[in-house]
C-alpha cells in the first residue's frame, strides 16, 4: 500500500491545504495529513481543533487519516509504515525551505522520498497567517477556507 503524509500546521487548514489533500489522495491509496505539534510556538488554534477541522472539511475523501505528531516528521513515517512526504509548493519563495527540508529528511532516512505538487493558480497566494490577517481585521475569509470552518475562525479570534 503507497501511503503518503502530507505535513504541516494547518493553522488552520485553507483551501490551499484541501486542494493538495484532494489531489494528493488521488496518487496515493492512503494519505495522512500529519498536524505538527511545535511546542515552541503557539498556534491560533489547539492541536485536536486543528485536526478536528481537518477530518470535517475532509470527510468526503475516504482515503485520508488526520493525526497530530511531535518530533521529528521522519520517526512519525517510521510509526506509519510511510516512506513518501507529500508538500505542496506555492512559489519560489517556498522553495529554498522546501529543498533544505527535503535533503535534511533524505539524509536522516535515505529510505524516504518528498514529492512536490503544485498549488493551484488560484491558491498561490493563499497561507494560513494571511488568512488569520484579514480575520482578524474583520476581512472576508469566503472563499480563503472551507466554509464549513469560518465560523470558528471568528469565533476563536473574538476570544483571543
Ligand atoms: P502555511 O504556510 O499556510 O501556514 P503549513 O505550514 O500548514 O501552511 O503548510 C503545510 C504544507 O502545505 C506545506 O507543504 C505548504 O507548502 C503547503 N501549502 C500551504 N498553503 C498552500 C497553498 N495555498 N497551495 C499549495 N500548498 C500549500
Redesign the pocket.
Same mark, same amino acid.
Do not use: Q, V
Given at each position: 500500500m503507497r501511503i503518503g503524509v502530507?505535513?504541516? #500546521?494547518?493553522?488552520p487548514i485553507?483551501?490551499?491545504?484541501l486542494?493538495?489533500i484532494e489531489r494528493g489522495a488521488k496518487v496515493f491509496d492512503k494519505l495522512i495529513v500529519g498536524v505538527l505539534v511545535n511546542v515552541e510556538k503557539k498556534g491560533l488554534f489547539d492541536y485536536s481543533e486543528r485536526v478536528e477541522m481537518i477530518k470535517r472539511v475532509a470527510k468526503h475523501i475516504p482515503n485520508v487519516e488526520v493525526k497530530c505528531f511531535e518530533g521529528l516528521l521522519i520517526d512519525f513515517m517510521k510509526h506509519e509504515n510511510a516512506r513518501v512526504i507529500l508538500?505542496?509548493?506555492?512559489a519560489v519563495a517556498?522553495f529554498e525551505y522546501?529543498f533544505q527540508m527535503a535533503l535534511m529528511n533524505n539524509k536522516l532516512d535515505p529510505e524516504v522520498e518528498t514529492v512536490f505538487?503544485m498549488?493551484?493558480g488560484k491558491? #498561490?497566494?493563499? #497561507?494560513?497567517?494571511a488568512v488569520k490577517q484579514v480575520a482578524k481585521f474583520g476581512g472576508c475569509i469566503e472563499g480563503l477556507v472551507p466554509d464549513e470552518i469560518i465560523k470558528d475562525i471568528f469565533l476563536k479570534i473574538k476570544r483571543e
Open positions: 502530507y505535513p504541516g #500546521s494547518f493553522d485553507t483551501k490551499g491545504h486542494d493538495i508538500k505542496g509548493l506555492r517556498d522546501e505538487m498549488t493551484s491558491y #498561490s497566494y493563499l #497561507s494560513s497567517t
